[in-house]
């Protein structure tokens, strides 16, 4: 650190020094020049020389100074440039039309007060693009790879190398080193989209950053018109637009400023978008966490209730809590409890209660028509499991349609969050009680086979058949499937380590992040770089999750997927006959809990053809033992689908079933079981 001080001072020190021995120079030519017989006591070779030893210590004190900002504040580095920066661009015209406005006002021309003027703006110059390179260097290495670092380190090489050229007093315009120049100009570009900071700017921070881009970039164009004026002006005895350093490096700090301005412009209509995403997401493991914080079930509601009125952008709502057979609101949000009763009787004489209710134009219906509301859309959903109901939810808003698909998908998957964590504290609070364990995990299992979807969407373009036991009362293995569009679903497996509750828990956080996620429609890989950041901050250090993500476009008659440390897909190639394994990369889901988990994961696209089978499954199956203690194995299940994928995929699941239970014995279960075959059928649906 003292050593930073120090070489910071001498720096600073060395940048005087040399500026005001240039100053003084180019004064004692411009003296010569104007008075032909006068002593020449200038020495006009060794301003090449003083103006890179200017050059370097104003850039090394920056490169030094920027090391200090820290953080993903990126809106502050902005205004760190603005403020300490970008100000120089405006103070340099204000000298400008001074000295214009003096030598105006008293008629007469002065050389010498020109060259002064010129050369403060030369130093306002150098430390605005000290200062801008270095913070944007900040910023364009923000989660850089090992191949950026390079590429940066081998850029400031070779654009500190063009000081030679001006060392050497050579003419950088010469056609032997305009290539360089453009190849350097071409390097410059690749850098500029750098740009994955703005990325994390939110709505607002967007906003303000526009403004500070946008008065960097006029800062650029003053410094660049005024020297752009002045180019070979028979006026001066000095030109630094042939310094070819100084070119470039405005070149790079106004295309990077440009860059980041547009990309920002462009992206601020979607901020909102991400925003809302990001804060579902947060809200689907605020639920998921709410036993592990130690909350009750008010804190829940609270969650819920928060929640979906931010997911929806809810003009109005409340939460009607039933307590055995009374009922009572325990949160309101722009409405009263005359309009309340109103609603409710109206609901009453329909017979909707502890129904899902959706109706997205209020006015066309008279009952409601009649009851004057100043809401045009509403939705119903009810809180409750298989034995019980918690409660209700109701939400209005005061535009038609106001609850689309994508919004109705993500409040259900808010409801059936609040379901599981719910009956999840309950359980936990009963599994104080010995004597009444069997029952809690009874209850666990029944919320967690309400949550494991029993049958799939039946189409013309390919069949499932689905097979799923647990070794305990509740067990870590998962599926599920969201549908994307018309012609693409989403279908995800995976194992949770460890058995028991535990595994429930965070079975339950998988598939809430799995609808919160896929919502965006995001490719698998990216999913799993999204969901094991996500999980980092909620999974115990000693857990991780196993998962496999497909995404199946009947219309491109194709599949992509991503692993994540799970089994290998098993598939059959109807064109080829011939069954293999997928053979991917993959990293289990908070195994490695930081950036670096980006590069252990890989994404696959594969053409299917109609008879292809696919079978996924878990560990469970393939690590089965006997009573000799030895494995089923992966080459026996590949043996039992060569032998079977001519069948229908439920009658390949029941030939795997039956040959595993004789290998293993009856009763010799020793970890949770799940099995998907999925069979392309050979007539596909029309596009």
């Known amino acids: 650190m003292l050593y930073k001080t120090n070489a910071k001072s001498l720096l600073v020190t060395a940048a005087i020094i040399s500026w005001v021995l240039l100053l003084g120079n180019v004064l004692l030519m411009a003296e010569s020049a104007r008075q032909p017989g006068a002593l020449k006591l200038a020495l006009p070779y060794i301003n090449n020389l003083l103006i890179i030893v200017f050059i370097l210590c104003v850039f090394f004190f920056q490169r030094l100074s920027a090391n200090n900002l820290k953080g993903i504040d990126f809106s502050s580095y902005l205004w760190n440039l603005f403020s300490k920066a970008a100000v120089a661009a405006y103070l340099s015209i204000a000298i400008y039309f001074a000295y214009k406005l003096a030598t105006g ?3 007469v021309q002065s050389p010498l007060l020109l060259h002064i003027v010129y050369q403060v703006n030369f130093g306002l110059l150098v430390y605005f693009l000290a200062k801008a390179f270095y913070i944007w260097r900040q910023l364009l290495l923000y ?12 850029f400031e090489l070779l654009l500190l190398s063009t000081l030679i050229l ?6 950088y315009t010469n056609y032997i080193f305009l290539p360089l120049f453009g190849l350097i100009g071409c390097y410059i570009l690749f850098l500029c989209t750098n740009l994955k900071w703005v990325a994390y700017l939110s709505f607002n921070k967007k906003s303000r950053s526009l403004v500070l881009l946008g008065a960097i970039l006029v800062s650029c164009y003053i410094f660049t018109k005024f020297f752009q004026e002045f180019a070979d002006s028979p006026d001066l005895v000095i030109d630094y637009s042939d310094v070819g350093f100084l070119l470039l490096a405005m070149f790079f700090v106004g295309c990077y400023t440009l860059a980041a301005f547009l990309v920002s412009l462009f992206s601020l209509p979607t901020s909102s978008v991400f925003e809302q995403k990001s804060e579902d997401l947060l809200n689907f493991q605020r639920l998921s966490q709410s036993i592990q914080q130690g909350q009750n079930e008010s804190q829940v509601y609270d969650t819920l209730f928060e929640s979906t009125i931010k997911a929806a952008d809810a003009s109005a709502g409340w939460y009607e809590m039933v307590r055995g057979s009374n009922t009572h609101v325990s949160h ?14 109206l609901l009453m004489a329909y017979n909707i209660q502890h129904i899902d209710y959706i109706n997205n134009n209020l006015d066309r219906n008279t009952g409601f028509r009649d009851l004057a509301l100043p809401w045009k859309s509403l939705i119903i959903l009810p809180i409750k499991s298989k034995k019980q109901v918690y409660g209700t939810l109701y939400l209005l808003r005061d535009i038609e349609q106001g609850f689309d698909r994508e919004t109705i998908n993500v409040l259900r998957t808010f409801t059936s969050q609040t379901i599981l964590t719910i009956e999840n504290l309950r359980l936990v609070a009963e599994s104080l009680q010995n004597e009444r364990y069997k029952e809690e995990l009874k209850i666990a299992t029944q919320v967690q086979e309400s949550l494991i979807p029993k049958t799939f969407p039946t189409d013309s373009w390919f069949e499932i058949a689905t097979h799923a036991v647990a070794a305990k009362e509740v067990g870590g293995d998962f599926y599920d499937f969201l549908q994307l569009s018309e012609s693409r679903i989403a279908i995800i497996i995976g194992d949770v380590s460890g058995k028991g509750i535990s595994a429930a828990f965070h079975m339950a956080q998988m598939k809430g992040i799995f609808h ?4 965006q429609d995001m490719p698998p890989s990216e999913f799993m770089k999204q969901a094991n950041s996500a999980l980092s901050r909620c999974l115990e250090k000693t857990s991780f999750i196993t998962s496999s993500l497909y995404i199946i476009d009947y219309r491109m008659q194709g599949f992509m997927f991503a692993r994540a440390g799970h089994c290998h897909t098993l598939y059959y190639n109807a064109m080829m006959d011939d069954v293999f394994y997928f053979q991917t990369e993959g990293l289990g889901l908070g195994i490695v809990r930081d950036k670096s988990y980006n590069n252990h994961v890989r994404e696959m696209y594969y053409d299917y053809n109609p008879g292809d089978v696919m079978v996924i499954y878990t560990d469970g199956i393939v690590e089965a033992r006997n009573g000799a203690q030895e494995e089923y194995g992966e080459d026996r299940l590949k043996y039992m689908l060569t032998q079977t994928y001519h069948l229908e995929a439920e009658d390949i699941k029941f030939a795997i079933i039956n040959d595993l239970e004789d290998f293993t014995g009856p009763g010799n279960l020793y970890d949770d079981q799940t099995l998907l075959v999925i069979k392309f059928k050979p007539v596909q649906p029309k596009a």
Request: proline share 0%.
């Open 143 to 154: 989660h850089k790879s090992k191949f950026l670092q390079i590429a940066w380190e081998w």
């Open 516 to 519: 919160g996620l896929m919502q």
């Open 166 to 171: 001006t060392l050497l007093n050579f003419n």
């Open 332 to 345: 309101l949000l722009n409405i009263n409890n005359e309009q309340i009763e109103r609603i409710r009787h």
């Open 105 to 107: 006002y008293m008629r």
